[in-house]
């Protein structure tokens, strides 16, 4: 018995999962990211936050935004997130687990929307498969939130360009995300929950799921 144990417990640590949380600005992610990540450590495994830009590159990015062209930004963005995939893949082939704080979702739900590819679907997928280069989560969880919440949130911390966005801007945003939510079959949570009940519900899901 003691033998069969320990071989589920070596296989569990040693499964490649990849992992993304989705949703704007203010709906919780870095909070039920920072607590998974914490939860696999805890369990021994290896696990790997993977980001397409940090905090500070994102203010500058805010700041190269309002002085260049919108097809500028696009490319900006995706030769971020090949650095993202690059990452991500090497972190899978050692066998760690993968959070990502957004993947392609972010991409997916503002170009669906905005810009030069709102109308250009095809286009769209092949600008995607060529940075990602069809790695795909495991499961996403969408932190679904109202804009007004997120909105107020992100005032009490510090806003950044993008959190000062439009009213408009974030509620496109959100109705964008819950669109692809539903086509894409990702996994929805309500962030007006307190952080550990979240926590709670992608564990369980995580445990019903995924040897």
């Known amino acids: 018995i003691n033998i069969i144990v320990l071989y589920t417990c070596t296989f569990y640590k040693s499964y490649p999962m990849f992992i993304s949380f989705a949703g704007i600005d203010g709906s919780g992610k870095t909070t039920q990211i920072q607590l998974l990540e ?42 971020c997130h090949v650095e993202q995939y690059l990452k991500a893949k090497d972190a899978l082939e050692k066998h760690q687990v993968v959070i990502a704080d957004r993947c ?46 997120a909105i ?22 959100v109705n964008a995300y819950r669109k692809l939510a539903t086509e894409h079959g990702w996994v929805v949570l309500d962030s007006n929950k307190k952080p550990k009940d979240i926590h709670q519900e992608v564990i369980d899901y995580l445990r019903n799921n995924f040897k």
Do not use: W
Not at 115 to 121: M, Y
Not at 130 to 140: N, S
């Open 152 to 173: 107020h949130r992100t005032s009490q911390r510090g806003q950044d360009y993008f959190d000062k966005l439009s009213f408009t801007y974030h509620s496109d945003m």
């Open 38 to 79: 914490a939860y696999f450590q805890n369990q021994n495994t290896q696990v790997f936050v993977s980001k397409a830009y940090t905090t500070k590159e994102k203010e500058l990015f805010g700041e190269y935004m309002q002085k260049i062209d919108q097809r500028s930004i696009l490319f900006l963005f995706q030769a």
């Open 104 to 149: 392609d979702e972010s991409y997916l739900a503002y170009h669906s929307t905005y810009g030069v590819l709102s109308k250009e679907e095809e286009l769209r997928e092949r600008i995607n498969l060529l940075a990602f280069q069809g790695l795909k989560p495991d499961v996403c969880f969408l932190m679904d939130i109202d804009p007004h919440t």
